[in-house]
């Protein structure tokens, strides 16, 4: 037993709960019903995380079928800390200030609806947390129940994979690691933000880094980013 895991896994649950405020400060008041289909205005980031959520909940199945109880807690927590809050809601965040109104209402319908889920499935782990974000989180996503107790437990759904925009987005995250690696190297302080001026090697890459130009400046700290082509 160690009590620095207990530490870690308290913070886990601070991250989990402030992650649940984010959403619900941003799709409370917003249609946001679980009903329908609004895959058109998806962005790629969006098709993502929902991709990454299938996985997990597979590599989840799979814990628990094979009493690997450990596993099961990792694949939840990486999901959650690395993927959803790191990643996805730093992206979700550009895409409700830039976007139109319908990929503002898909980007809204993406987060309430995968932390309903993320909710679901990390339940059997931290029970106690899960509920009390369970009932405030499930009536913004339009869902009943009296309890997440007796609400399904997550499963995969394999057609909602898409190797696609995990490329897509591990592209992003390519980009950001290595402007944040270029600060480091040269002791530059993570808040200050300094233009990034880009040279591109073919015109894919031109039209990548200006089509993504927001998301690069908000997760690497950006004041511009200037690409040469």
Same mark, same amino acid.
């Given at each position: 037993?160690?009590?620095?895991?207990?530490?870690?896994?308290?913070?886990?649950?601070?991250?989990?709960?402030?992650?649940?405020?984010?959403?619900?400060?941003?799709?409370?008041?917003?249609?946001?019903?679980?009903?329908?289909?609004?895959?058109?205005?998806?962005?790629?980031?969006?098709?993502?995380?929902?991709?990454?959520?299938?996985?997990?909940?597979?590599?989840?199945?799979?814990?628990?079928?094979?009493?690997?109880?450990?596993?099961?807690?990792?694949?939840?927590?990486?999901?959650?800390?690395?993927?959803?809050?790191?990643?996805?809601?730093?992206?979700?965040?550009?895409?409700?200030?830039?976007?139109?109104?319908?990929?503002?209402?898909?980007?809204?319908?993406?987060?309430i609806r995968v932390l309903e889920a993320i909710l679901r499935l990390?339940?059997?782990?931290?029970?106690?947390?899960?509920?009390?974000?369970?009932?405030?989180?499930?009536?913004?996503?339009?869902?009943?129940?009296?309890?997440? %107790?007796?609400?399904?437990?997550?499963? %995969?759904? %394999?057609?909602?994979?898409?190797?696609?925009?995990?490329?897509?987005?591990?592209?992003?995250?390519?980009?950001?690691?290595?402007?944040?690696?270029?600060?480091?190297?040269?002791?530059?302080?993570?808040?200050?933000?300094?233009?990034?001026?880009?040279?591109?090697d073919t015109p894919d890459d031109a039209q990548f880094l200006r089509t993504n130009a927001a998301v690069l400046k908000n997760l690497a700290?950006?004041?511009?980013?200037?690409?040469?082509?």
């Amino acid at each position: 037993f160690d009590s620095k895991r207990c530490e870690g896994y308290r913070n886990f649950c601070n991250k989990l709960w402030n992650a649940s405020r984010f959403v619900l400060m941003n799709c409370e008041g917003y249609d946001c019903d679980s009903s329908g289909d609004s895959s058109d205005a998806r962005s790629t980031a969006d098709r993502w995380i929902v991709s990454r959520l299938q996985k997990t909940e597979g590599q989840v199945e799979k814990g628990f079928a094979d009493y690997r109880l450990d596993n099961v807690a990792n694949t939840i927590y990486d999901f959650v800390w690395n993927e959803f809050c790191d990643w996805y809601l730093e992206i979700a965040k550009v895409q409700i200030q830039t976007g139109t109104q319908a990929q503002q209402r898909a980007t809204r319908r993406t987060l309430i609806r995968v932390l309903e889920a993320i909710l679901r499935l990390a339940h059997p782990i931290i029970p106690f947390v899960t509920e009390a974000l369970w009932q405030v989180v499930a009536p913004v996503a339009g869902l009943p129940g009296a309890s997440i %107790a007796i609400a399904a437990y997550p499963q %995969a759904q %394999a057609e909602k994979i898409d190797e696609a925009a995990e490329s897509y987005v591990a592209r992003i995250q390519a980009m950001v690691d290595a402007c944040r690696t270029l600060r480091g190297e040269m002791g530059v302080s993570p808040a200050q933000r300094l233009p990034l001026l880009a040279v591109a090697d073919t015109p894919d890459d031109a039209q990548f880094l200006r089509t993504n130009a927001a998301v690069l400046k908000n997760l690497a700290k950006l004041s511009d980013v200037q690409v040469f082509d």
